[in-house]
């Protein structure tokens, strides 16, 4: 076993322990906290395969904006600890048969003989290269992306002039 | 680059702009609609212009040939329907209407780039794209609850339907290292054998699922129909469905017919979905939530055709989606006339509909004959080209399930019809006042849906050179 492998197999058990701890705990802080070392690890996979750059934006997107956004919404929602059981039992069951699914497709991966098929070749590309790629040749997702953002933005106007409580009834507005 | 063979998608993105101004402007819904017809208008005349265009643009990740164009007129054909039933507009507040249409039109352009997709970075994206102004057009629905919790419900689903497809393609590309359809579709019959082709096939296929409300991805299609405003109602039953045929006849086109397991998988799931929306559609008493098992059967009966992957088959599944768009969108144009005040409607509210607007009743009994199948509707004509298909790839079990369907099917439909045309109306109910058009509409729809049924020829040879174009 290299060095590499030795180090796969530590983080993606860091990665697994870690996302389970989060699943399961009541208090939301700490949840976040334990995504937080989760993304971490998921960092660090990044770099160990090669990807610097996946690996900051992954530590700088992930770890760093959305997680504190996360933590902004737990504080100011006040959810501090949840009393009763998290799912309702009658939750249980097709949860258990999504997981169920997914650990056949799991085994079915690691008995399948994959000896006979070429390895993926690695891709190793400094940031600038990537991004030429991917703005030359992939424009149009980029473009279609903004468009979500945009609709994204709209969405959120509505929402949330409705929740802030300075709605105006029809009538009103109409004057 | 050939922008002219581009034309549809621009109509479409510069209808959206200019909406996305009128949204800042003062509120006036009667020159929206008007500037919405207008536009939705043009772009329906490219599209048809445009439908024998040829090509590939954005370095081969966007392909345009006979069968994404006839799907695009059929998508554009389906929004600006979907926009002349919107002049009474009453489910949504007033304000926000510029955003409705500017959300619908995003909508559609997403549709059809969905459609032109050949690389999975872009179809994903435009899938994802179309979802997210859905959601947003289903929280548009005035009065909050309802809305929302619909709202939620369709993104809460919406949002693992996608994660799922997301594994299912980072599957499909790690096994084949190929994101180009036309590399795909050398490759993938030969590696067929592997479970993670096949289950990465399966698990892509789930996101359309989720659009097309097939089980397991259905549960939100009953909330979202009656928690969202008729007229975006209409647009999910209609161009959504539209746009997702075309795409999974794309990905089952990708195996070549190779594997049997992704047969047995897809029909399956057709039984099951023709069959609980069936079943379920029995016991509803809101017309909206009976559209949405309805669709969720009729979902059901064209993956019937989608499975056979072949010739016939692909073209029985595009005339099917002409024939869902056609009949589902009756019925949503009844249901906007009915319930004109953008409340919910129950089926005993269309008691003695026959005399208060006699053209709305036969447009509705039309539609409803054709979703279950009578004929000379096009309904009959679409159901008989999957069931021969499928007969002629030996799936005859398949064929025979859903023929019983039909059966089960028949029965609520007539209870529809039995309310319109035999119960005599309540007390204090005059006669409907339509929008205006709305009666020159309904005929024409009628019109279309008898005159398809008895001659599709000519719309046939058309649809058959799509399928032929898809290989």
Known sequence: MTIYSTLFYLLAVLILASTAIAVTRRNMVHAVIYLVISFFGSALLFYLFGAPLLAALEVIIYAGAIMILFLFIVMMLRMEGLEDRLFPLKQWLPAVGVCFVYGMVLVMLIVSDTTDAPPMPAAAAAPATFGQFLFQRHWLAIEIVSMLLLIALVGVLRLGRDAGGKTRPESEVAQ | ?471
């Open chain 2, 1 to 471: 680059m050939n922008w002219m063979i581009f034309s549809p998608e621009i109509c479409c993105l510069a209808t959206a702009l200019v909406f996305l101004f009128l949204s800042m402007a003062p509120v006036d819904s009667r020159r929206d609609y008007i500037v919405a017809i207008a536009l939705t208008g043009v772009a329906v005349c490219a599209s048809l212009a445009g439908i024998h265009a040829q090509g590939e643009l954005f370095h081969g990740t966007y392909r345009i040939d006979l069968f994404s164009q006839v799907f695009k007129s059929m998508l554009l054909m389906g929004l600006f329907l979907v926009v002349v039933i919107s002049s009474g507009l009453n489910g949504i507040e007033r304000r926000y209407h510029p955003e409705f249409y500017m959300l619908l039109t995003i909508c559609t352009l997403a549709l059809m780039m969905l459609v032109s997709a050949v690389h999975i970075l872009t179809l994903y994206v435009a899938l994802e794209l179309s979802s997210y102004s859905l959601y947003i057009l289903v929280f548009l629905r005035k009065g909050r609850d309802q809305g929302t919790s619909s709202g939620m419900k369709f993104f809460l689903i919406g949002a693992s339907a996608s994660a799922t497809m997301l594994f299912g393609l980072a599957l499909l590309y790690g096994a084949t290292n190929a994101a180009y359809f036309r590399v795909l579709i050398e490759v993938i019959p030969g590696v067929i054998h592997q479970p993670e082709v096949i289950l990465g096939l399966a698990l892509a296929l789930c996101g359309f699922f989720f659009k097309m409300a097939v089980f397991p991805f259905h549960f939100w299609a009953p909330d979202v129909y009656e928690g969202a405003a008729h007229q975006v109602a209409a647009y999910i039953s209609t161009a959504s469905k539209v746009a997702v045929i075309a795409v999974l006849l794309r990905m089952a086109a990708l195996t070549g017919g190779a594997s049997t397991h992704l047969v047995h998988f897809l029909a399956i799931l057709a039984i099951i979905s023709m069959t609980v929306g069936n079943l379920t559609a029995i016991a509803q008493k809101d017309l909206k939530r009976l559209l949405a098992f309805s669709s969720i059967a009729h979902a059901g009966y064209v993956l019937v055709g989608i499975l056979c992957i072949s010739p016939q088959g692909n073209t029985s599944a595009i005339f099917y989606a002409l024939t869902v768009l056609l009949l589902k969108f009756t019925c949503f144009l009844v249901v906007v006339q009915v319930a004109f005040d953008g409340e919910n409607i129950e089926i005993d509210r269309l008691a003695g509909l026959h005399r208060r607007s006699p053209i709305m009743a036969l447009a509705l009994m039309t539609a409803l004959f054709g979703l279950a199948g009578i004929p000379p509707t096009i309904g009959f004509t679409g159901k008989l080209l999957i069931f021969t298909a499928a007969m002629e790839k030996g799936y005859f079990a398949l064929v025979l399930i859903a023929m019983f369907n039909v059966v089960i099917s028949l029965y609520y439909y007539l209870l529809v019809v039995r309310a319109a045309y035999l119960l005599e109306p309540a007390e204090g109910e005059g006669a409907l006042a339509p929008m205006p058009g709305a009666g020159i509409l309904a005929g024409t729809l009628v019109a279309a849906i008898v005159a398809i049924g008895i001659y599709p020829t000519p719309i046939l040879e058309l649809i058959r050179a799509a399928a032929m174009a898809l290989g």
